[in-house]
């Protein structure tokens, strides 16, 4: 036992000597997490759009201005003439362009039917299809507002409440989402190039010749790096609740056990990579390539998993991140307990088994 | 012998509040094997980087070739070879390639790079493994390739940093001859080393004790000034005054 | 310029010679590009409804017909009281609740109106907008239906603003089908080109430093400037091939069309990786250890990534952030990708983009040569 706090007293010393690193690990998920917090997001808010208005009526002013007002929508210019439209979509700026049928006002008194035409730049078509969205529903309720004072009859008016995040900020979606990403991509990453790195120098052969089991020296190797990143899970924790106010309605105790599990998960990953690679160079390649880009996309961090093709849901089974994802959104955000995702937190214990289970295996075949 | 080819004269290197070399003042010959003899930790490393132009001397003067280690470095880089202490040839890549590269950044033509290569391989009969990796080889090897890699450009010096250290006994002596043949060919040999029975081999040594020069020689005209009967009796004699041996 | 040829010569040896790592230059990004570029769909569709229905009537059943009906919705239960909808929430087999009041028929038939109650799950926000318009649109329709039916039989007079309709016609230009991968591919190429150029060269020249043959080479009399070209070389030619391939995948797996002059592309693209490899370098020649270069790189490409204007769309962000977004090399290959391959731009309208990389790209290798010291 003594011998073993002597290997993680040395491991720290590595670790704290290294201010640079040091450094990078703290200072970088921080910096990380404050500019993603405000920066990203998937809200419209103020898209560029150009209207060409053909009509210029009351109506039209008025629902233009309904338009621009609604927060999601910024006039870039007015255009004269539809030749326009090519030259401003290209430019890159304008997202969105709105047109309106001569004669507006008077086609809808007169023959209740004048058009509005919307066109959106497509190239990015999830924006696209939010801002057609957004643009019909606030004419629709232009709609609705011209034909008020007459109360339609037989209408049904949703009351629509929105539960969990009543002010639809996404800064609590994204924030269980970077904490999984942070904390896989530093526990996976850290391990594996610290055991290639003593594998590289030599030095790996030299603990191992030591009187400790194998098993004790990896342990005592990976020890630091679970302190390291549950300190770090804690700081974001921290600065989503008190920069941003993303709540932690459930158990604290249950949101810091499972952090640690999928943590201990995250560097048994490490470990198996660290055991199928020779050199620094390619665990972290594997660990990097292999893991930055599907931890992002398939977890659920940024885009919906159900609305993925099935094989892809089914490929998303095999992102340890999408569990922890679920499991940090319905602890913090819903305040359920482990009743609602004892399934996942099953399936995440199974993940560091089987990790384990393969390390340890390659392991021997290594030695014997 | 002939002219003076490397001159210091007060040379100091300082990290810091530590003083790795302290005003070390020598000059070498043209041709000459110059042992620098040290323990480790010493401060012949830094010397050497100093001289090579890997480092800047804080203090003190010295010309290598005939150009200055200050502003002159990359002057001094076309005339020498080095051998460092670390592993300088890419374990990764095979006898030949790494033959191949080291002449090429030196600018040697691609007919002379073919001359060179063929002419190695034959005299350290390394023909059946010229295309192994390095990494395949045991070590007394690699160093004599990584030595004839560092001179395969003629330099008029070369700098050797404990070439032999980890080496058999054997190979050790081989790697001498290589040495040997090469200050017949005119090359000066400035070579660190901690082995005492290496340094008989030199044409002159000299000592470094806590980054001061504390003795420089002939080893017959050194022995005799300690009164003693190997190198390594005078190094200890030196190193640790008040100790009987 | 032959010094160079054997530092280039030396390099792509030590490359192909790694045979652990060429599946991960070559094999890794490629199935990823193939994979992930399915996975960035934003569109919403078959929301998960659970739908409560209290009253049990002719009315109420026309609604939940009608939702079922609709291609946004996915009916995953149904059943009495809120509790049910509460807890399928909780457990996510629910987007959104609706629950009708018991004795809703009559009241709507009594007094014209009621209201019903739509619970949606707002963790994630836009989700959470859309279905609010989608659950709108579809109980408007629903409106429109019953009045059509059972109005007249109530003899109420119709105003005859009712009958004025706003039509409303889009059009979605350059990817009329709204096929997101077309939008995707290119982009989640850029990315994986980015990663490796960055990763590999940013190893480069620590990892000679950790083993100690950057000595060998300091001693040498070669130029600073011949050295990072000889690093440079061979992962540009190593980033132009991983393009290539990604094109040609993205022309043939996904046909995603390509209306722009290809050799602008090209162009800018070898442009771009001088710009990233020597931002890799760059942090090669600043650190210690790989490990150290590895976390470095890691950080900027987290960052540069998520705010790429890729996954999430710049304009949404706040003004600061949008300014930020100045420095991220992949936004300027995102937008120039996109207008080259989908628009057709052409030379004039990325010439800002060609001028303010090239001027990142020459001024990240200038510190690259600045910051390699041959003398320590």
Redesign the interface.
């Known amino acids: 036992m003594r011998r073993f706090k002597a290997f993680v007293v040395k491991e720290f010393y590595h670790i704290f000597r290294?201010t640079?690193?040091l450094i990078?690990?703290f200072g970088?998920p921080i910096?990380?997490i404050m500019?993603?917090g405000?920066?990203?997001?998937?809200?419209?808010?103020?898209?560029?759009i150009a209207i060409l208005d053909k009509s210029k009526d009351h109506l039209t002013v008025r629902l233009s201005d309904k338009i621009l007002s609604s927060g999601y929508f910024q006039l870039s210019e007015y255009l004269y003439s539809e030749a326009e439209i090519e030259e401003v979509?290209?430019?890159?700026e304008v997202?969105q362009v709105v047109i309106y049928d001569k004669q507006f006002a008077q086609k809808?008194?007169r023959d209740?039917?004048?058009?509005?035409?919307?066109?959106?730049?497509?190239?990015?078509?999830?924006?696209?299809?939010?801002l057609?969205?957004?643009?019909?529903?606030i004419?629709?309720s232009?709609?609705q507002e011209?034909?008020f004072g007459?109360?339609?009859?037989?209408?049904?008016?949703?009351?629509?409440?929105?539960?969990?995040?009543?002010?639809?900020?996404?800064v609590?979606?994204f924030v269980p989402g970077l904490i999984s990403?942070i904390l896989m991509?530093i526990s996976a990453?850290m391990t594996s190039?610290?055991i290639a790195?003593e594998k590289e120098i030599g030095t790996m052969e030299v603990l191992l010749a030591s009187p400790m089991q194998p098993a004790q020296v990896i342990i005592s190797k990976v020890i630091p790096y679970l302190i390291l990143a549950f300190s770090n899970a804690i700081v974001i924790l921290l600065l989503g609740y008190l920069v941003f106010g993303v709540p932690i309605r459930g158990s604290l105790l249950l949101l810091l056990l499972e952090s640690i599990l999928f943590i201990v998960m995250a560097l048994s990953m490490g470990i198996l990579i660290s055991t199928i690679?020779?050199?620094?160079?390619?665990a972290?390649?594997?660990s990097?390539?292999?893991l930055?880009?599907?931890t992002?996309?398939?977890s659920g961090f940024?885009?919906?998993v159900?609305?993925?093709?099935m094989?892809?849901q089914l490929?998303?089974h095999l992102i340890p991140a999408k569990w922890f994802i679920?499991i940090l959104?319905?602890i913090m955000?819903?305040g359920?307990g482990i009743l609602?995702f004892w399934k996942e937190t099953l399936i995440l214990v199974g993940f560091t088994f089987a990790f384990t289970f393969l390390s340890v295996k390659k392991f021997k075949i290594r030695v014997a | 012998m002939g002219k003076t080819i490397i001159e210091a004269n007060r040379l100091s290197k300082i990290f810091g509040s530590f003083t790795a070399v302290n005003e070390i003042t020598f000059m070498v010959k043209e041709a000459e094997i110059f042992g620098f003899l040290g323990a480790n930790g010493a401060g012949k490393t830094t010397a050497i980087?100093m001289l090579?132009?890997?480092?800047?001397p804080t203090s003190g003067e010295a010309q290598v070739a005939g150009f200055d280690v200050y502003n002159q470095?990359?002057?001094i880089?076309?005339n020498?070879?080095?051998?460092?202490?670390?592993?300088?040839?890419?374990?990764?890549?095979t006898v030949t390639?790494n033959i191949?590269?080291?002449?090429?950044?030196?600018?040697l033509s691609r007919s002379r790079i073919k001359e060179k290569t063929s002419e190695l391989v034959q005299k350290l009969d390394l023909g059946k493994v010229q295309n192994a990796?390095i990494k395949s080889l045991p070590l007394g090897w690699r160093q004599k390739l990584a030595f004839s890699v560092a001179i395969i450009h003629d330099p008029k010096i070369v700098?050797l940093d404990e070439p032999t250290s980890g080496v058999d006994p054997i190979t050790r002596r081989q790697f001498w001859e290589l040495i040997y043949e090469a200050a017949y060919q005119g090359i000066t040999v400035f070579v660190t080393t901690h082995y005492m029975d290496e340094a008989e081999y030199c044409d002159r040594i000299s000592m470094m004790v806590d980054g001061k020069i504390q003795a420089l020689d002939t080893p017959e005209l050194l022995k005799k000034q300690f009164d003693a009967s190997t190198m390594h009796e005078v190094f200890v004699k030196m190193a640790r005054p008040h100790e009987k041996i | 310029m032959?010094?160079i040829?054997?530092?280039v010569?030396?390099e792509l040896?030590?490359i192909f010679?790694?045979k652990?790592?060429l599946p991960?230059?070559f094999v890794?990004?490629i199935i990823?590009l193939v994979?992930?570029s399915?996975?960035?769909?934003?569109?919403?569709?078959?929301l998960?409804l659970y739908f409560i229905d209290n009253d049990h009537s002719a009315f109420s059943r026309l609604?939940q017909s009608k939702l079922e009906g609709s291609q946004y919705f996915m009916i995953t239960g149904s059943g009495l009281g809120s509790q049910n909808g509460d807890a399928a929430?909780?457990?996510?087999l629910a987007d959104l609740v609706i629950e009708l009041p018991r004795g809703f028929e009559k009241k709507?038939m009594r007094e014209?109106?009621?209201?019903?109650?739509?619970?949606?799950?707002?963790?994630?926000?836009?989700?959470?907008?859309?279905a609010?318009?989608?659950?709108?649109?579809v109980?408007?329709d629903?409106?429109r239906e019953?009045?059509d039916r059972?109005?007249a039989s109530?003899s109420?007079i119709l105003?005859?603003?009712?009958?004025?309709?706003?039509?409303?016609?889009?059009?979605?230009?350059?990817?009329?089908d709204?096929?997101?991968k077309?939008?995707m591919v290119p982009g989640?190429l850029v990315?994986?080109v980015t990663?490796?150029g960055a990763?590999?060269s940013s190893?480069n020249i620590v990892?000679e430093k950790e083993?100690?043959?950057i000595?060998?080479?300091?001693?040498?009399?070669?130029k600073k400037h011949q050295f990072i070209i000889g690093k440079l070389f061979p992962f540009w030619l190593l980033g132009l091939v991983e393009l290539s391939i990604g094109f040609l995948i993205a022309w043939l797996v996904f046909e995603v069309p390509f209306i722009g002059n290809i050799f602008l592309l090209y162009g800018f693209a070898a442009l771009y990786l001088l710009l990233i490899l020597g931002m890799g370098l760059f942090i090669s020649t600043l650190?210690?250890?790989?490990?150290?270069a590895?976390?470095?790189s890691?950080?900027f490409?987290?960052?540069f990534?998520?705010?790429s204007g890729l996954?999430?769309?710049i304009?949404?962000?706040?003004v600061w952030?949008q300014k930020?977004t100045l420095f991220n090399p992949i936004r300027y290959f995102i937008?120039v990708v996109?207008?080259v391959m989908?628009?057709?731009?052409g030379l004039f309208?990325v010439r800002w983009h060609i001028l303010i990389v090239l001027l990142y790209a020459i001024a990240l290798n200038g510190l690259a040569v600045f910051r390699y010291r041959?003398?320590?």
Not at chain 1, 306 to 309: A, I, K, L, S
Not at chain 3, 342 to 345: D, P
């Open positions: 290294d640079k690193t990078i690990l970088m910096v990380q500019l993603f405000y920066a990203i997001t998937n809200e419209i808010k103020d898209a560029k979509f290209r430019k890159g997202k809808l008194e209740h039917q004048a058009k509005v035409q919307i066109l959106a730049d497509a190239t990015d078509p999830n924006t696209a299809n939010t057609i969205k957004y643009t019909s529903s004419i629709n232009f709609q011209l034909a007459n109360p339609t009859p037989l209408t049904i008016k949703p009351e629509i409440r929105m539960l969990y995040n009543p002010n639809l900020e996404s609590f979606l990403v991509l990453m190039i610290s790195r690679t020779n050199s620094q160079q390619t972290l390649l594997i990097l390539m292999g930055m880009l599907p992002i996309l398939l940024i885009f919906p159900e609305n993925m093709p094989p892809l490929i998303s679920l959104k319905s955000l819903k359920t609602f | 980087k090579t132009g890997l480092l800047s470095t990359e002057d880089k076309r020498i070879g080095y051998m460092s202490q670390r592993f300088s040839l890419y374990e990764d890549l390639e191949e590269f080291y002449a090429g950044i030196y600018g990796l700098f | 032959r010094i040829y054997y530092l010569k030396k040896l030590q010679r790694n652990g790592m991960i230059i890794i990004p990823q994979i992930l399915n996975a960035a769909d934003f569109e919403i569709k078959n998960k609604l929430m909780q457990n996510d709507l014209g109106f009621d209201k019903i109650q739509l619970r949606i799950n707002a963790i994630d926000g836009t989700k959470a907008g859309l609010s318009i989608y659950a709108s649109e109980i408007s629903y409106n019953i009045r059972y109005g109530r109420l105003d005859h603003t009712e009958g004025n309709k706003i039509e409303i016609t889009y059009s979605n230009w350059y990817n009329p709204l096929n997101y077309t939008f989640i990315l994986l990663m490796i990763f590999l190893m990892r083993i100690g043959t000595e060998q080479i300091n001693v040498t009399p070669i650190t210690q250890t790989q490990q150290q590895m976390f470095i890691w950080f490409l987290v960052v990534i998520l705010m996954f999430t769309a304009e949404n962000m706040p952030a930020v937008e996109r207008m989908l628009k057709g731009s309208e041959k003398t320590v």
